[in-house]
């Protein structure tokens, strides 16, 4: 399916013409992933398109990651290219390691747990081909369920949850299923992952790369995201004030976008706003206190306001609490969809 063309960045890059077949660097990160690294490998080896390395940078992973990498870089020589760290440098360091061994023309990001479907990287390479000021791709993603395979969402089934800008992206928290993403090397902004965050660096990046062209969208399903509880998906409560410094140094490090701090008051707002949903039936008085922040940042919002009032007799009455838990699991992605 073509891709349906977006909007504008303030900024109006020119970059240089994409060759008739570009090379396609698959970025993969992996630690201690020797259970799913396989699968993973395959799905991109898998792809239809011909001109494609796969960059892998494995964390100093203790289990048979680096064996099975190994293994694969003897089978296909060229194409998969594993770069074995002697120490851990987490998340963020890791994934600059991969990133600045990519010399693709344009750079896919992939995790060590996830898949792609078959036809997405020739998609995504068309989408840029006829997109030339594109800087940033993406497509929606079937996210599952690790043990059981069965999906618990489709991403971006609703035109309300489009990424169409840095503004998008920034509103509604980043682009579900990190592995969806595309991008083009020349917006990469300097030092790549900011690794003052050392976990969830990938959203202010993101929002960086879009600042400098545009982003577009394959509206197809072409990739997987796997949950399994060991994700920094499934540890937002936790990371919560990096997140929020994410947003932070995008203002600091872009003075020239006279938008982003207003912008990145209201990320903040929504982003806190969707964590207390979420604790709405884990932790009722942490619900109520993220929500008491929305209403500082926001005091405009009658949203915010609402779901202050609503965590605040979901803490004290148990009535309310119990229709919580019964209506707060069926209810987070029509509320998402709806709301955008």
């Not at 992206?169 to 083009?184: C, D, T």
């Not at 003075?255 to 806190?272: H, M, N, V």
Request: hydrophobic share 40%.
């Amino acid at each position: 399916m073509a891709p349906n063309f977006l909007e504008e960045s303030l900024v109006t890059s020119t970059f240089k013409q994409l060759p008739t077949e570009p090379l396609v660097s698959v970025m993969v990160i992996t630690y201690n992933q020797a259970h799913f690294i396989r699968e993973t490998l395959d799905s991109v080896l898998s792809q239809d398109y011909p001109r494609l390395e796969i960059v892998v940078a494995d964390d100093a992973s203790t289990d048979d990651t680096p064996r099975i990498l190994e293994e694969y870089a003897a089978r296909y020589p060229g194409r998969v290219k594993p770069i074995l760290n002697a120490t851990n440098l987490g998340i963020t360091g890791n994934s600059n390691v991969a990133l600045f061994g990519c010399a693709g023309d344009l750079v896919a990001v992939m995790g060590g747990d996830d898949l792609f479907l078959p036809g997405k990287v020739s998609k995504q390479v068309e989408a840029f081909r006829s997109n030339p000021e594109a800087v940033l791709c993406y497509h929606p993603v079937d996210i599952f369920e690790s043990k059981s395979n069965q999906t618990i969402f489709v991403t971006d089934q609703h035109a309300r949850e489009d990424i169409r800008s840095y503004r998008d992206i920034i509103l509604k928290g980043g682009i579900a299923g990190a592995s969806s993403v595309m991008i083009r090397p020349e917006a990469i902004p300097p030092g790549g992952f900011d690794e003052r965050l050392p976990w969830v660096s990938d959203w202010q990046f993101y929002i960086e790369v879009a600042l400098r062209g545009k982003v577009i969208k394959v509206n197809e399903v072409l990739g997987r995201y796997r949950k399994h509880g060991l994700g920094a998906s499934d540890r937002t409560l936790e990371l919560l004030d990096e997140s929020l410094y994410a947003l932070d140094l995008v203002v600091e490090k872009n003075p020239e976008f006279s938008d982003l701090p207003a912008l990145c008051k209201q990320g903040k707002a929504r982003y806190i706003a969707g964590e207390a949903f979420r604790q709405l039936t884990k932790d009722p008085q942490i619900a109520a206190q993220l929500a008491k922040r929305c209403v500082d940042l926001a005091p405009e919002s009658s949203r915010y306001r609402i779901l202050r009032a609503f965590s605040i007799a979901n803490r004290w009455m148990p009535g309310v609490s119990w229709l919580t838990c019964k209506v707060v699991p069926y209810a987070k992605y029509a509320l998402k969809r709806r709301l955008g």
